[in-house]
């Protein structure tokens, strides 16, 4: 029987992915490697929707890819690609924007937030489209599941819809996804502010640590890492947020609960907790710092296995375009 489907996709906005991604969302896709059959996206048509500048978006987008490369996503078992190299994301979006309603695309809470911060005369119309073309990239690949963190539920609800009314107005077209979300790990907070995710927009670098962060700078983050008054080890999400998003971070990462770990750190204060921590934190990472190194040591070996990942790509996204061009009752090309 065939495997189900999986497939997600990763801004290329930064020099490096950060905590939040890592175990809100890129964890899984390894895991989900073994189970499932995982298509992964580095989503660089997503990127300009915010200003970026040419040289930077082209070597991000090689960073990212090798990331996910140096995380353990196999590129015999996944498939890997840069969204820009498969057409057929923008051109589904064009068709799923035309059954999409203002209002519903006026609802979505990230492009308030987004473009309150870019200013509302500067916002694009792509900054708007955004999770229309996030849906695309979910229906081209007849996903049954989506790995990623709390803040994307919404786009996923929309994305539901839409595959929905497509179906019902013009037949059985798309599989309807649905989203997985782990909640332990699903928002990430902040390091200095827990009231917030983490996140590479509004996070001061104070709260936020990287992937491809120098181990000396990742112990002083979580050292300084804010807490509270008291002095216990014990996770209490109202009076207790900061400590609360440690305690998940460690658990995690250590593959071990967060009861176990408050009696392991009962009557033993911060200090040790956040020293034992970091140390779990650099262990996990400093691996996939080397091997993203390497990988980025060879560009043309990199960009090889992107282009075998998008011809691959491309071979399911044009089926799904053929049934959708034909649903819709465009008049086939000659
Ligand atoms: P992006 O690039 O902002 O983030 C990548 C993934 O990381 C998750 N994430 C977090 N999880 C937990 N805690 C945090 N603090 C945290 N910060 C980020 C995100 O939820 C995401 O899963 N719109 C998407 C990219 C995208 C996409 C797709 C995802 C484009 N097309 C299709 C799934 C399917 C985004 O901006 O992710």
Known sequence: MARPRVFSGI????DSFHLGNYLGALRQWVALQQTHDT???????????????????????RVAAAQLFA???????????????????????WVLSCITGFGEASRMVQFKDKSAKAGADTASVGLFTYPILQAADILLYDADQVPVGEDQRQHLELTRDLAQRFNH??????????????????????LQDPAIKMSKSASSPQGIIDVLEVPESVRRKILRAVTDNEADVRAD??????????????????????????????????????????????????????RTEKLLANEAELDRLLEVGAAKAREIATKT??????????????
């Open 11 to 14: 801004q290329p906005t930064a």
């Open 39 to 61: 298509v992964y996206c580095v989503v660089d048509l997503h990127a300009i929707t915010l200003p970026q500048k040419p040289a930077e978006l082209r070597r991000r987008s």
């Open 71 to 93: 995380i353990g996503i196999d590129p015999d078992t996944s498939i890997v690609f840069v969204q820009s190299h498969v057409p057929e994301h923008a051109e589904l979006s």
């Open 169 to 190: 107005r013009f037949g059985k077209t798309f599989v309807v996804p649905g989203p997985y979300i782990l909640t332990e790990v699903a928002k990430i907070a902040d």
């Open 237 to 290: 999400e109202t009076a207790k947020p900061g400590v609360t998003n440690l305690l998940r971070v460690y658990s995690a990462l250590a593959g071990e609960s967060v009861a176990s770990l408050e009696q392991r750190y009962a009557g033993s204060g911060y200090g040790t907790f956040k020293k034992e921590l970091a140390e779990v934190v650099v262990d996990a990472f400093a691996p996939i710092r080397e």
């Open 321 to 334: 375009m053929t049934r959708v061009r034909d649903n819709v009752g465009f008049l086939p090309a000659r």
